[in-house]
């Protein structure tokens, strides 16, 4: 029973071989018939020796050229004006080969010489027949599959993904989706049809036509929108009763292609988040990296590990990653198994930034080039009761890492750094800010140092978005510290290539803090809603949210550069550099270091002593945490 199941099981060589016979078949009756069809349904006895003589060169030479433009590389499902432009250019190109052997024949051996108009009629009834077949189950997806098991579905955005998108939803398995209609703003569009699918819009409303032409789901394929345009778009389609809606994710730099159905995604809350697609200079930065032996610190966490992925897609051939989540080390691995190319080598080791010991012989073994650090402790309240732990990683992680980086000759070294440590409110903030004093210290040898800030990223671990959505499915209540409550959101990838940008920038100089551009902040509150609506159920009634008051440390609304900084524009429309205060004297953080060095053992003491050397460190207002 196995052996009669691999037997008739489709594959690639299957299909080519089935194609390959019915062509032959379908030549040699078309050669034959087409004498039927020159000489009135008779066939003269002269040419009966012809048939034999030539059908052997008609076959060969006709599959030849079916071969040679494509036609057994063709997938059958998605047949279309392309592939038969391909057959007919084959049945020109085989006539026309024919139609010389033929005149040649003429003059060498005439006895052999067949009638122009068979040539002529044969390649018509072949086209037609190879043609039929190539079509023939496009033709019945087209024809019968519409009335199949599926939701009717709107697309919204008409344009060439679109009507390639309707060309696969046809019969796809994946997602039983059945196009109905385009939905579109573009006037030039609305009142077309595409693939026989009317494109509306305009006058009519996108809540009205979901209502007259009974749509259970709705694919977004607007590749350029604003993340305020998918929100806003999200929120009618919400209440116009659709639960199921799915959108076509943007095309980026490392995947140009044409979107596909397997491509397709459910609406999640980074499309309601995201921007616009970040545009930086791939080929400036992968020649900043080329050849270029990289250590990423804090290797697995949410950042580090995005930046370990974008490194080998920039085609890094020497990866070493350090990291102390042993758990999370081993999933990287897993995913580089699969994306690390044959020349590529990522090694990743456990280890603390606190073990300045540890953390010598990697660079004794390795000798990077550049240095991305993105270890840290990064949860403000945790921090707020253990600020010991917050020196021991954020501080003096960082002063190991950035001073072996000189020992040993880095070239240029990353620090990832917040946009808590502008005007900060937490232990978790001033020592973020002092990691950024520290590389601007030592920059101005050797090595270069840069700092990059941004805000909150999206889905990152401990968050707020994955906590929201297992409190939703517990059944609530969301919990929001405050209504008023705001923060800058950024997709992990977009962050990271903004940090190689900002690190390509800064490799010359160095010393500066880069800004990150991170758009419009977003109400928490608002947040926690549309995670509510995406899972299907309505805020306040379905799943209530509560506000439990600002945590010790947390500001209701972080701030990229404090008022004394300033900012100034950079070459990158999304990068701004600081306007920094000059550097502390000589000495001063040494002095710091040492007092937080004692204070170790007496935690309490911490705050002032940073309150002392942190521009700016301030405790939060006691009537701000109030809702």
């Known amino acids: 029973m196995k052996f009669i199941e691999r037997l008739f099981q489709p594959t690639r060589m299957k299909r080519t071989f089935f ?3 019915t062509d032959i078949i379908f030549i040699a009756f078309a050669y034959y018939f087409s004498f039927y069809l020159r000489f009135g349904f008779t066939y003269p006895e002269k040419y009966q020796s012809h048939y034999v003589f030539w059908l052997p060169g008609i076959i060969l030479f006709k599959i030849f050229f079916l071969a040679i433009f494509g036609m057994y590389r063709i997938n059958w499902r998605f047949v279309g004006i392309t592939e038969l432009s391909n057959l007919m250019k084959s049945a020109v190109t085989s006539t026309l080969f024919l139609y010389g052997v033929n005149i040649v024949l003429r003059y060498f051996a005439d006895d052999y010489c067949l009638p122009r108009g068979v040539l002529v009629i044969d390649a018509i009834v072949s086209f037609g027949m190879i043609s039929f077949l190539k079509i023939l189950k496009r033709l019945y997806i087209d024809l019968f599959s519409r009335k199949s098991a599926g939701k009717r579905t709107l697309i919204i955005g008409a344009d060439l993904t679109s009507e390639r998108l309707v060309k696969e939803l046809t019969g796809s398995t994946y997602h039983k989706l059945i196009p109905i209609a385009f939905y579109d703003e573009n006037l030039m569009r609305i009142g077309t049809r595409i693939h026989g699918l009317p494109v509306l819009g305009h006058n009519e409303k996108l809540d009205t036509i979901i209502k007259n032409e009974k749509i259970e789901s709705v694919l977004i394929n607007l590749p350029h929108a ?29 995947n140009k292609n044409i979107a596909i159905v397997k491509d397709i995604k459910n609406l999640d809350i980074d499309d309601l988040l995201s921007r616009e697609a970040v545009k930086i200079d791939y080929e400036q930065i992968a020649q900043f990296l080329k050849d270029k032996t990289i250590l990423v610190s804090g290797a697995a966490g949410s950042i580090g590990s995005e930046i370990v992925r974008k490194l080998v897609q920039f085609g890094v051939k020497k990866i070493i990653g350090y990291e102390i989540d042993e758990t999370e080390v081993f999933n990287l691995e897993l995913t580089l198994k699969k994306i690390t190319g044959p020349e590529q080598t990522a090694h990743m080791i456990i ?19 550049i240095v991305f650090h993105a270890s840290a ?29 000189l020992q040993y000759g880095v070239k240029t070294f990353i620090n990832i750094s917040t946009d808590k440590a502008v005007n900060p409110t937490s232990i ?20 270069v140092f840069t700092s ?36 800058y959101f950024m997709s992990i990838p977009e962050a990271v290539l903004l940090v190689f940008q900002a690190a390509y920038m800064g490799s010359k100089t160095g010393g500066e803090i880069f800004v990150l551009d991170m758009g419009e902040p977003v109400k928490i509150v608002a947040l926690a809603e549309n995670l509510i609506r995406l899972n299907n159920m309505e805020p306040y009634k379905d799943v209530d949210i509560v506000f439990t008051g600002l945590r010790p440390g947390e500001k209701l609304f972080e701030e990229l550069l404090t008022a004394e900084e300033g900012t100034d524009a950079t070459t990158h429309s999304k990068i701004y ?18 007092e937080l060095q004692l204070a170790l053992t007496e935690p309490n003491k911490i705050k002032n002593i940073l309150k002392t050397y942190v521009p700016y460190f301030r405790d939060i207002p006691e009537n701000q945490g109030k809702a």
């Open 19 to 21: 194609f390959i016979i």
């Open 226 to 254: 604003s993340h305020k345009t998918i929100s806003e778009l999200f929120i009618t389609l919400n209440k116009a009763g659709v639960d199921d809606i799915k959108i076509v994710p943007h095309v980026d730099e490392f």
């Open 351 to 369: 280890g603390d930034v606190r073990d300045k010991q540890k953390l010598g012989s990697v660079f004794e073994t390795y000798h990077p080039d």
């Open 377 to 405: 402790y990064k949860h403000v309240p945790l921090m707020e009761h253990f600020p010991e732990e917050a020196i021991k990683t954020n501080i003096f992680g960082t002063e190991n890492l950035a001073k072996l980086s």
């Open 428 to 447: 978790m903030g001033a020592t973020k800010r002092f990691s950024e004093m520290i590389c601007q210290e030592l920059n101005g040898s050797s090595t």
């Open 452 to 487: 990059v800030r941004f805000g909150n990223v999206l889905g990152s671990r401990g968050s707020v978005i994955p906590i929201f959505l297992d409190q939703i499915k517990d059944g609530g209540p969301v919990t929001v510290t405050h209504p008023d409550i705001k923060r």
């Open 577 to 594: 550099v600081a306007r920094h205060e000059a550097p502390p004297v000589k000495g001063t953080l040494e002095n710091a270091k040492k």
